[in-house]
């Protein structure tokens, strides 16, 4: 199979590196692992990152194939037990930023509806809001819109599978480019992991790390009151968006 990354492209998406782990900027339309179909995937490069090591990291968490954003990576065999506890434990926070179409009817607040995932007449399967499902919370805030459109920051306290695409879509605000959950196919997903924070190590502050959104999602960001260089700038100072 062709490879479609160099390694000076996969290593010029990382965000953070230390002793124990690795941010990468995931591109959207790259699935994390290989799937039963094969096809490209982002572990397929992580041998261009070993940095002297011996062995390539390995995949702390997941995300889906057409989310962008930060991805951690751990270094080592001991380094992954340290993150899975701390991913385990709900002690990483996580930022998502959406673009929605519609509004919530307020303009932050808590989504508490259990997941439980169904297979399709076609051989696939989606996710569905189910009280026999997995306890599944997302807490969201309205960041800026347009008449049709919404820039939501979404912080997930669960890590059930399309937790956030699912709970949006509850609320009326189905993701642009989410065809699975309510969107038309004229756009890639608007979903994207913004910056993510880890207790990592117990004498030093959190290591956070904060991921440019992508640049498909530029042109709806900005119409909905987004501003590259102050937001970036709030995150090199350690401000909240």
């Known amino acids: 199979m062709r490879s479609i990354l160099t390694a000076a492209q996969i290593e010029a998406r990382l965000l ?10 995931k591109p959207a339309g790259l699935a994390v692992h290989a799937g039963p179909g094969g096809g490209d995937n982002l572990e397929r490069y992580f041998s261009f990152l070993r940095f002297g090591l011996p062995r390539p990291p390995a ?3 997941r995300l ?11 270094r ?11 991913f385990q434990e709900g002690k990483v926070e ?5 673009v929605a179409r519609g509004r919530p009817q307020q303009a932050e607040g808590r989504v508490d509806m259990p ?8 051989g696939g399967w989606h996710m569905v809001v189910a009280e026999d499902g997995q306890h599944a919370v997302t ?3 309205l960041l800026g819109g347009t008449e049709e459109l919404s820039w939501i920051e979404c912080r997930p306290r669960t890590g059930r599978t399309h937790q956030i695409r699912v709970h949006l879509a509850s609320l009326g605000c189905p993701i642009l480019g989410d065809t699975q959950y309510g969107e038309t196919p004229q756009q890639p997903l608007h979903l994207h992991s913004r910056s993510i924070t880890l207790p990592l190590y117990p004498s030093r502050a959190p290591v956070s790390v904060t991921a440019p959104p ?15 260089q102050q937001h970036e700038q709030q995150a090199q100072a350690g401000g909240t968006a």
């Open 64 to 74: 889906d194939r057409d989310t962008s954003g930060c991805l951690v990576l751990g």
């Open 115 to 122: 997941l439980k995932k169904l297979s399709t007449r076609n």
């Open 16 to 25: 953070y590196r230390d002793g124990l782990m690795l941010v990468l900027d």
């Open 59 to 61: 995949l702390a968490h």
């Open 76 to 86: 080592h065999p001991k380094a992954l037990r340290k993150l899975g506890k701390l």
């Open 94 to 98: 996580k930022v998502y930023w959406a």
């Open 214 to 228: 992508p640049a498909h999602m530029l042109a709806a960001l900005t119409a909905c009151g987004y501003s590259q």
């Open 139 to 141: 807490d969201y805030r």
